[in-house]
């Protein structure tokens, strides 16, 4: 097992001027040249810190996506360490309010990191694949995600996105009402418990992709 250092959680009441920009340049594209479709907006409306945002992954453009409509909060995502091994992108990255993990381990620092979060008020950002995929949607999660939903007790709000993010094509991103799990909570935390809040978000998923079908990424020829 390999322990990263604890990173420390921002201030839920930060707003830093790199967030805004590319939140701001995020709503120029996103209206224009590379138009996103938004349903579901008032959950976000309704949304209260702290909570946990889940989200399928199948571009490096998720994280804004999800950023843009969410006026009132900035979001702090779990990304791979791997995103911030250059000096400049680990300087981005935080400022960002990303919190590095190591996909490769059990990494238990992160997840301190993550509760903590949670527990100063932020939003937390989880994508629960782990990693891109452009095939099939919420088939396999990672059970790290399941258990701080279950140690924190903070709503678990899903957003969907239909398709991996690309210029001069319409993306729909649905933000869907919080999942309940409450009855599981009282369950404890425990394997069962855990692998039961996963099939849950598989079948909220299932739900939303049936209403909005994936669009698969084209493979080049």
Same mark, same amino acid.
């Given at each position: 097992?390999?322990?990263?250092?604890?990173?420390? #959680?921002?201030?839920?009441?930060? +707003?830093? *001027?790199?967030?805004?920009?590319? +939140?701001?340049? %995020?709503?120029?594209?996103?209206?224009?040249?590379?138009?996103?479709?938004?349903?579901?907006?008032?959950? @976000?409306?309704?949304?209260? %810190?702290?909570?946990?945002?889940? !989200?399928? $992954?199948?571009?490096?453009?998720?994280?804004?996506?999800?950023?843009?409509?969410?006026?009132?909060?900035?979001?702090?995502?779990?990304?791979?360490?791997? *995103? %911030?091994?250059?000096?400049? %992108?680990?300087? @981005?990255?935080? /400022?960002? $309010?990303?919190?590095?993990?190591?996909?490769?381990?059990?990494?238990?620092?992160?997840?301190?990191? !993550?509760?903590? #979060?949670?527990?100063?008020?932020?939003?937390? &950002?989880?994508?629960?694949?782990?990693?891109?995929? $452009?095939? &099939?949607?919420?088939? $396999?999660?990672?059970? &790290?995600?399941?258990?701080?939903?279950?140690?924190?007790?903070?709503?678990?709000?899903?957003?969907?996105?239909? +398709?991996?993010? +690309?210029? @001069?094509? /319409?993306?729909?991103?649905? =933000?869907?009402?919080? =999942?309940?799990?409450?009855?599981?909570?009282?369950?404890?935390?425990?394997?069962?418990? #855990? #692998?039961?809040?996963?099939?849950?978000?598989?079948?909220?998923?299932?739900?939303?992709?049936?209403?909005?079908?994936?669009?698969?990424?084209?493979? /080049?020829?």
């Amino acid at each position: 097992m390999s322990e990263q250092k604890e990173q420390k #959680a921002f201030d839920p009441k930060s +707003r830093t *001027l790199m967030y805004t920009i590319c +939140r701001f340049a %995020a709503a120029v594209v996103f209206n224009t040249i590379g138009p996103v479709r938004y349903i579901g907006k008032e959950n @976000f409306d309704a949304l209260e %810190a702290p909570s946990i945002i889940i !989200c399928n $992954h199948s571009s490096f453009f998720d994280p804004v996506i999800i950023a843009k409509p969410l006026k009132k909060y900035e979001i702090t995502f779990l990304g791979k360490k791997e *995103l %911030a091994s250059a000096k400049l %992108a680990d300087w @981005f990255l935080r /400022k960002m $309010h990303m919190i590095s993990v190591d996909r490769g381990n059990s990494d238990m620092a992160a997840m301190r990191t !993550c509760i903590k #979060a949670l527990r100063d008020g932020q939003i937390l &950002g989880i994508f629960p694949e782990g990693t891109r995929h $452009h095939e &099939g949607v919420m088939e $396999h999660i990672e059970s &790290g995600v399941s258990l701080i939903a279950l140690r924190s007790g903070k709503p678990l709000v899903p957003v969907y996105i239909n +398709r991996p993010y +690309r210029l @001069f094509a /319409k993306t729909t991103c649905v =933000i869907g009402k919080p =999942i309940a799990y409450d009855d599981l909570i009282a369950q404890g935390i425990n394997k069962d418990s #855990a #692998a039961a809040l996963e099939e849950r978000i598989k079948a909220v998923y299932s739900g939303l992709v049936k209403d909005y079908p994936f669009i698969e990424k084209k493979s /080049k020829k």
